[in-house]
């Protein structure tokens, strides 16, 4: 699993996941703290539609942290205050750059809670749909 889809997962689903996975490796080995959780900001960049450019919106604030564990660095950035969260972002990051024996069995657990993020999803655009007005069959008489 790549780690951009792995990091949205993390973010997206269930908290307690990305708890549970990080627990597992902090019981069992040492983690060296980095940069300990602290705030930052991040531009925004969003294009517009029209003339196609790129421009910032405006700053998002992000909580951000790395660890090391047997040598291999993690990152974890998250938007808003969320410390414990980054924290567990940073550990489970650096658990898949050191390529711990743990993180094999994480890929069912991952990939199960990306099935529930879609339906969710899923079930949340057909709640949106069914408000739509179709404009072409609206009667104008």
């Not at 699993?1 to 490796?25: C, F, Q, V, Y």
């Not at 019981?27 to 300990?36: A, M």
């Amino acid at each position: 699993m790549k780690r951009k889809l792995r990091t949205e997962t993390l973010i997206n689903g269930s908290p307690h996941i990305a708890a549970a996975l990080a627990n597992d490796i902090k019981s069992r080995y040492q983690v060296d703290l980095i940069e300990e959780p602290n705030h930052g900001l991040v531009m925004v960049k969003v294009r517009e539609t029209a003339q196609k450019s790129l421009f910032y919106l405006g700053e998002v604030l992000v909580t951000e942290c790395k660890v090391r564990i047997n040598g291999a660095v993690g990152v974890g950035i998250v938007k808003g205050d969320e410390p414990e969260k980054a924290y567990d972002l940073a550990v489970i990051d650096a658990a898949y750059a050191a390529q711990l024996e743990e993180t094999a069995a994480w890929s069912a657990v991952l990939q199960s809670e990306i099935e529930r993020i879609e339906t969710e999803r899923h079930a949340f655009q057909v709640k949106v749909l069914r408000t739509k007005v179709d404009f072409e069959t609206m009667d104008t008489d």
